[in-house]
């Protein structure tokens, strides 16, 4: 045991990967215990939210206690078949999650500043 914690102490992993892995292209009437059962294997779990709005069907967000747990279950669960379908599991970036919604919400702030200060878009193109 001391040897294998002496191995993670000297593994330096690359920046993108994290505690936190992102699936996708799960079966929409898949249950949280049977995600633990699934990635559970890998070790620790902290804590698994599976999407259930429209827009998050089919997803879900799974965080594990340890990062070597998560690269582990990263590299032996992407492309495993679960009910004919085949996840997709990748770590999770916030700077990608929310890029489009700092897009929109960017846009939303020129509106406003077009709109407070008389300006059209027409006017700026002269």
Partial sequence: MALAMQRKANVRLPPEI???LYIRNLPYKISAEEMYDIFGKYGAIRQIR???TPDTRGTAFVVYEDIFDAKNACDHLSGFNVCNRYLVVLYYQ???AFKKTDLEKKQEEIDKMKSKYGISTEELRR
Avoid: T
Wanted: aromatic fraction near 0%; proline fraction near 0%; charged fraction near 20%.
């Fill in 18 to 20: 994290n505690r936190i």
């Fill in 50 to 52: 599976v999407g259930n």
């Fill in 94 to 96: 916030a700077s990608k």
